[in-house]
């Protein structure tokens, strides 16, 4: 299912709108961090990935379908990032 008001925030987001993308941070950080703790296993190392991640999202906001799941987009951008991450620092 598709959350509308995460597509439209995305939009805003790609129109530079701040408070968007701080909507879009407090709904997903949480979930992004817990994610890359899976993954990376160290605190320090998933908070970098969770900033990279966002930091990514407002980079890469016109790559987003909006035809489908925001939280499948940021969940997958997370995921790659901490596999980046890994592969990195070899753990």
């Known amino acids: 299912m598709i959350n509308s008001d995460d597509a439209q925030l995305a939009a805003q987001v790609a129109q530079d709108d701040e408070d968007a993308f701080l909507t879009l941070y407090d709904r997903y950080a949480g979930y992004v961090y817990a994610l890359t703790m899976r993954i990376l296993r160290d605190p320090n190392l998933a908070e970098e990935?969770?900033?990279?991640?966002?930091?990514?999202?407002?980079?890469?906001?016109?790559?987003?379908?909006?035809?489908?799941?925001?939280?499948?987009?940021?969940?997958?951008?997370?995921?790659?990032?901490?596999?980046?991450?890994?592969?990195?620092?070899?753990?």
Do not use: C, E, H, M
């Not at 489908?68 to 070899?90: C, E, G, H, L, M």
């Open 49 to 91: 990935a969770t900033q990279d991640t966002f930091l990514k999202i407002i980079n890469k906001i016109g790559d987003y379908n909006r035809t489908s799941p925001f939280k499948a987009w940021i969940f997958t951008v997370a995921y790659r990032t901490a596999i980046d991450y890994k592969r990195k620092q070899k753990i």
